[in-house]
């Protein structure tokens, strides 16, 4: 399995967003994160890294 | 390992761009693929879909 987790880039730091996410959907300005668990989250941020070696999507929230 | 397969969809047709990549980096307008064997594409297209069960990363052409 190859889901990744998801994080908010903030000042340097890291803050977990969701865990073991299996789907990104960007609607408009938002994005939808679904784990592998269901558990869905909506955020309103942009993509900023996408590192599938070491399972991590970085999101920046929007200013 | 987790490298997933970059298409752009398409008149609901996928055409491959690189296969194996394992980061996306969103640049401006344009998006950058690193695939696991070093090969480098940069693409103008928006994310449409990230499925990470399927090893797939769906792109839309900006139009």
């Known amino acids: 399995m190859c889901q990744s987790n998801a994080y908010f880039a903030q000042d340097g730091e890291e803050e977990l967003i969701l865990e073991d996410?299996?789907?990104v959907k960007p609607e408009g300005d938002k994005i939808q994160l679904v784990s592998l668990f269901g558990e869905q989250k909506t955020i309103d941020a942009?993509?900023?890294f996408i590192d599938l070696i070491h399972h991590k999507?970085?999101?920046e929230k929007r200013t």
Chains 1, 2 share one sequence.
Do not use: A, D, G
């Open 21 to 23: 996410v299996i789907s």
């Open 46 to 48: 942009k993509i900023r």
């Open 57 to 59: 999507i970085i999101f």
